[in-house]
């Protein structure tokens, strides 16, 4: 993918936790490399959905600012929310960055989230959970966002499963590669946990673009400004602008198709168009 754009002129600071997960000994400039994509992806979608500023953000889960430290350095008037189950990325976050700290849950209805953001980032959150856990944590991404705000959230799609299907060494070892796959071609969404995932609830979740679309008739009011495969590592990036009541759902969803052959069940249609004359 070509690069974004320019943010040659943002320096964001450079102090690094010694508790970072995502930091690999020597591989620092690929961790900073990953953080200016994620920036530029969100400078994308502000051209995509006419939003040249962001005063109110949430990066969940933030880790230790691999993102964060990007917004804070582009983005330096807003009030930025890092929220993360790690406490000590919370709180490095907000002693480095200047961010509010709110500690997550599990599940993320139990946050107490009162307002609403103008962008949500969600980096490689949902690649870890199972189905019920996804669309839970994606409702409340949606109910999140602000009217004419901006949700940003990657997704393990049709490249990384052409990796594990090649062969490829280093992908996901920790889990069960051929029945990863094989839901992830019957259904277009499969989930495995890792083998040292205690209660089974953390592993590895894969999506394919119809899949999701489908689950997008579930919100009316969210519109997709873009599908970008293999965008932030090997992730796809999926950008949602929010306004109310733009659409009409008549796809009905992968996961509650109802008798009658549309998403109202016997009679919908009709009912729909009789409310439009």
Same mark, same amino acid.
């Given at each position: 993918?070509?690069?974004?754009?320019?943010?040659?002129?943002?320096?964001?600071?450079?102090?690094?936790?010694?508790?970072?997960?995502?930091?690999?000994?020597?591989?620092?400039?690929?961790?900073?490399?990953?953080?200016?994509?994620?920036?530029?992806?969100?400078?994308?979608?502000?051209?995509?959905?006419?939003?040249?500023?962001?005063?109110?953000?949430?990066?969940?889960?933030?880790?230790?600012?691999?993102?964060?430290?990007?917004?804070?350095?582009?983005?330096?008037?807003?009030?930025?929310?890092?929220?993360?189950?790690?406490?000590?990325?919370?709180?490095?976050?907000?002693?480095?960055?200047?961010?509010?700290?709110?500690?997550?849950?599990?599940?993320?209805?139990?946050?107490?989230?009162?307002?609403?953001?103008?962008?949500?980032?969600?980096?490689?959150?949902?690649?870890?959970?199972?189905?019920?856990?996804?669309?839970?944590?994606?409702?409340?991404?949606?109910?999140?966002?602000?009217?004419?705000?901006?949700?940003?959230?990657?997704?393990?799609?049709?490249?990384?499963?052409?990796?594990?299907?090649?062969?490829?060494?280093?992908?996901?070892?920790?889990?069960?590669?051929?029945?990863?796959?094989?839901?992830?071609?019957?259904?277009?969404?499969?989930?495995? /946990?890792?083998?040292?995932?205690?209660? #089974? &609830?953390? @592993?590895?979740?894969?999506?394919?673009?119809?899949? +999701?679309? $489908?689950?997008?008739?579930?919100?009316?009011?969210?519109?997709?400004?873009?599908?970008?495969?293999?965008?932030?590592?090997?992730?796809?990036?999926?950008?949602?602008?929010?306004?109310?009541?733009?659409?009409?759902?008549?796809?009905?969803? /992968?996961?509650?198709?109802?008798?009658? #052959? &549309?998403? @109202?069940?016997?009679?919908?249609?009709?009912?729909? +168009?009789? $409310?439009?004359?």
């Amino acid at each position: 993918m070509k690069p974004l754009p320019d943010l040659s002129r943002v320096y964001p600071k450079r102090v690094l936790s010694p508790a970072d997960g995502m930091l690999d000994p020597g591989l620092e400039q690929q961790y900073f490399d990953l953080g200016q994509r994620a920036l530029e992806l969100v400078t994308l979608s502000g051209q995509l959905c006419d939003k040249p500023h962001y005063p109110d953000i949430l990066d969940l889960p933030c880790g230790h600012g691999r993102v964060l430290r990007w917004l804070r350095a582009h983005y330096d008037y807003a009030k930025i929310t890092a929220c993360d189950l790690d406490r000590d990325a919370v709180d490095f976050c907000a002693a480095e960055f200047g961010a509010t700290p709110v500690y997550s849950q599990p599940d993320l209805r139990a946050l107490p989230f009162t307002a609403q953001f103008d962008l949500i980032w969600v980096g490689s959150l949902l690649t870890h959970l199972p189905e019920a856990e996804w669309l839970a944590a994606l409702d409340c991404f949606v109910r999140w966002t602000r009217e004419c705000g901006v949700l940003i959230f990657t997704t393990q799609g049709r490249y990384y499963t052409t990796l594990l299907a090649r062969g490829h060494r280093h992908v996901a070892e920790n889990i069960d590669k051929a029945a990863l796959l094989e839901g992830f071609a019957r259904k277009g969404f499969a989930y495995q /946990p890792y083998f040292e995932s205690k209660d #089974g &609830g953390y @592993g590895v979740s894969v999506t394919s673009p119809e899949w +999701l679309q $489908r689950v997008l008739q579930r919100y009316p009011d969210m519109i997709m400004r873009a599908y970008l495969e293999e965008s932030w590592g090997m992730q796809d990036v999926v950008i949602l602008y929010k306004k109310a009541g733009y659409f009409e759902p008549l796809l009905g969803t /992968p996961e509650s198709r109802r008798a009658g #052959g &549309g998403p @109202g069940g016997p009679g919908w249609l009709q009912r729909l +168009l009789g $409310r439009k004359r």
